[in-house]
């Protein structure tokens, strides 16, 4: 069963710009995590937020959570050609992921 | 740099072969993990295994058996491939603590069966 709904499906930005990205789950969590792919490879954990945190940083990412409305967003700063990927969220310690962002970055 | 290696990147089997996926990490993690991927139904969770010898089903075990004898190596086997198992297959890894940690994926095995 899919517990992380993850929204837009796909995101197409400028460099530049900033590339924001939803989450959404439906039972409660102790954690929740970001994960990358890039095309045709394995997942790479980006970062991750405890239920009592409401909001990480590293480096040009920033991960907020908000557990009254079972939400996370990944926020990518000044983003890169090399972000392009699909991006995952995750929760709790079997990993249910949802389908997954892919987002483009047009130099 | 800690390591999941999958044995295989590209894997072509026919009908009613049996198949072995293997699995290895060198990051002496209890949790082991197999998921298959495919386009527009994201990850799924076949089986995993929380110690040696030591497993359990995940959302869609049915096709598929595991075997974890040695700690660090966790083999997803396919028992008569069928057509409906062609996918991209991956593996991670964790402690026991790794919810908080996060998971090490290796770079996956591309099945296609005919």
């Known amino acids: 069963s899919q517990q992380g709904e993850e929204d837009p499906q796909a995101l197409s930005i400028q460099e530049g710009e900033n590339a924001t990205m939803n989450c959404s789950y439906k039972?409660?969590?102790?954690?929740l995590q970001w994960y990358r792919q890039n095309s045709g490879r394995g997942l790479v954990h980006l970062i991750l937020?405890?239920?009592?945190?409401r909001e990480k940083h590293s480096g040009r990412l920033r991960v907020t959570l908000d557990t009254s409305k079972k939400s996370s967003s990944l926020l990518i700063t000044a983003s890169r050609a090399a972000d392009t990927a699909s991006y995952f969220c995750?929760?709790?310690?079997?990993?249910?992921f949802g389908k997954g962002i892919t987002l483009s970055v047009r130099p | 740099d800690v390591k999941v290696t999958q044995s295989s990147r590209y894997l072509v089997k026919r009908t009613g072969e049996k198949v072995f996926l293997e699995c290895v990490q060198d990051?002496?993690?209890?949790?082991m993990f197999w998921y298959r991927q495919d386009p527009g139904l994201g990850l799924r969770l076949i089986y995993f295994?929380?110690?040696?010898?030591?497993?359990e089903k995940g959302d869609i075990p049915e096709g598929y058996s595991v075997s974890r004898e040695k700690k660090e190596r966790f083999s997803l086997i396919l028992e008569s491939a069928s057509t409906n198992q062609t996918s991209m297959y991956l593996c991670a890894s964790t402690t026991p603590g790794g919810a908080h940690y996060g998971y090490t994926f290796g770079s996956g095995t591309r099945l296609t069966v005919v």
């Open positions: 995750a929760t709790n310690s079997k990993l249910t």
């Open positions: 295994s929380y110690d040696v010898k030591m497993k």
């Open positions: 990051m002496d993690h209890e949790n």
């Open positions: 937020i405890r239920s009592n945190e």
């Open positions: 039972t409660s969590i102790n954690n």
